[in-house]
């Protein structure tokens, strides 16, 4: 193995960090001041594909901070692949190359879109995105090299895909190298001295400051609702949350509902660069769970319509979302034609719910509907977005997601009489058109960006 220091050059490709806290009680070396920077070549063995060379280069702060996050900067990966592992795709004039970092506790995706000519050996580059990782309380930061795995697509000369289209290389160190890349020492959080009251406005002391009273530009922290959603499979890794609002047709009643904005908490897979049954596209999903007082329920939406057609009644419904909901997502990695920044796909949000009726009046009489007024059966929803278009949908930027329901007959409702179908009759059936509106993310790791999440404004409907 060759190590040496130099500036960094290289973009990813691939490979796998663990991350670890040190041993507080090692001898402790000078403090270092500059940045360290890593340029390295690891062996790995990939199977029955052979040996690879992966080369790693980066800079990684002088000293972290408990509790802080610590961020990789300038961090690049080539991979010297010989042509022998390529054996997979015997068609192939190009690959293109995707790889899965696992950095605990984060995923990085690494990918190089472009096709590189097949050689022997082939040289696959890439681009990456390294998330923070925070400091333990004590000890020292080790960034350790650990499995590597890549997917490689071939293409042949006229561009298109080859058959069979991929190969997969899992690999793992050779027992030989020296898997530690960089020791980050972490060092206590400063604490910060008490000062005295500024003095008021024209008070003797104080010296008004140009741009005083400027926004801070401190990342604010997320709500303490906005969680990992718990049980989520190891693939999902980005974690978000987001603020819900929208609004619902009740057909029989020629009426409408406003959904007041609730929590969402959002976790996602990475990027893909290519779906299974075709390379041109990317897939992504996503799963999604409301957050209100610690139960997956969106917030009372309160209504008002006419009964039968002319008797004035209210009424109050609350959805629980039964189980987490399944985002799925994909979109074209090529623009639309015509359509600069404009990019084909389609999002489908699965989920399933349980309506209740919290109270009634009719005429202004309360209606005793009872604490257990609700759907007899879940609602089983499916909503749409487009990718493109004035209704464009992004998971991270929020936009419209439509559906039409229907909504099931109600049980439980009435404490001095059965309500039941006179509820049904008024409610439940299909055809019911629903819109809900989800903003921007806030990040709940990293910086938290985007945090607290904004209150979605719905431009079709801006009074929602």
């Known amino acids: 193995m060759r190590r040496n220091r130099r500036a960094l050059v290289i973009a990813a490709a691939a490979t796998s960090l663990v991350v670890v806290p040190g041993n507080a009680g090692a001898q402790q070396e000078p403090p270092r001041t500059e940045p360290l920077v890593i340029d390295t070549s690891l062996d790995y063995v990939c199977g029955e594909a052979g040996p690879v060379t992966l080369r790693v280069t980066a800079s990684f702060p002088s000293a972290g901070v408990a509790g802080e996050p610590v961020e990789p900067g300038d961090v690049g990966l080539e991979l010297t692949v010989p042509a022998t592992a390529l054996a997979g795709l015997p068609d192939a004039a190009g690959v293109t190359a995707v790889t899965r970092l696992g950095v605990l506790p984060e995923t990085w995706t690494a990918v190089l879109s472009d096709a590189v000519p097949l050689a022997d050996p082939v040289v696959l580059g ?31 000369g006229d561009g298109t895909p080859t058959e069979p289209p991929a190969i997969d290389l899992t690999c793992v160190l050779d027992p030989a190298e020296t898997a530690v890349l960089a020791v980050v020492p972490v060092e206590a959080p400063a604490r910060t001295p008490k000062r005295a009251p500024s003095p008021e406005p024209g008070e003797p002391g104080r010296q008004d400051q140009p741009g005083e009273g400027l926004p801070s530009l401190a990342a604010a922290p997320p709500p303490a609702e906005c969680y990992h959603l718990p049980d ?11 603020n819900v609002n929208g609004r619902a047709n009740i057909a029989k009643l020629d009426a409408a509902v406003g959904q007041p904005t609730g929590l969402v908490n959002i976790t996602a897979t990475n990027l893909m660069i290519r779906c299974p049954d075709d390379p041109s596209v990317i897939c992504q999903k996503a799963l999604a769970l409301p957050e209100l007082n610690g139960e997956p329920k969106y917030p009372p939406a309160p209504g008002s319509f006419y009964a039968f057609g002319f008797v004035p009644a209210t009424g109050t419904m609350q959805l629980t979302q039964l189980g987490v909901a399944d985002i799925y997502l994909w979109s074209k990695r090529t623009p639309i034609p015509g359509q600069p920044g404009e990019y084909e796909g389609l999002t489908t949000v699965k989920v399933r719910l349980s309506a209740q009726i919290l109270d009634a009046t ?20 499916v909503l749409t977005a487009s990718y493109s278009g004035p209704d464009k949908y992004s998971i991270t930027q ?10 099931p007959p109600f049980s439980g409702c009435g404490t001095t009489e059965d309500l039941d179908p006179i509820l049904t009759g008024l409610i439940s059936g299909p055809g019911n058109h629903v819109r809900l509106y989800q903003g921007a993310v806030c990040t709940i790791t990293g910086n938290n960006f985007g945090c607290p999440p904004e209150e979605p404004v719905d431009p079709k409907y801006p009074e929602t």
Do not use: H, K, Q
């Not at 989520?232 to 987001?242: G, K, L, S, T, V």
């Not at 009719?362 to 005793?368: A, E, F, Q, R, T």
């Open 126 to 156: 890439g681009t990456v995105t390294v998330p923070p990782v925070t400091a333990p309380p004590v000890g020292d930061l080790t960034f350790t090299a650990g499995d590597l795995a890549v997917e490689i697509t071939g293409y042949a």
């Open 362 to 381: 009719v005429n202004g009489v309360p209606v005793p509907v009872g604490p257990d007024c609700r759907s007899a059966v879940p609602i089983d929803a």
């Open 398 to 407: 929020g936009g419209p997601l439509m559906g039409t329901v229907t909504i």
């Open 232 to 242: 989520a499979p190891p693939e999902y890794r980005a974690p978000f949350c987001a």
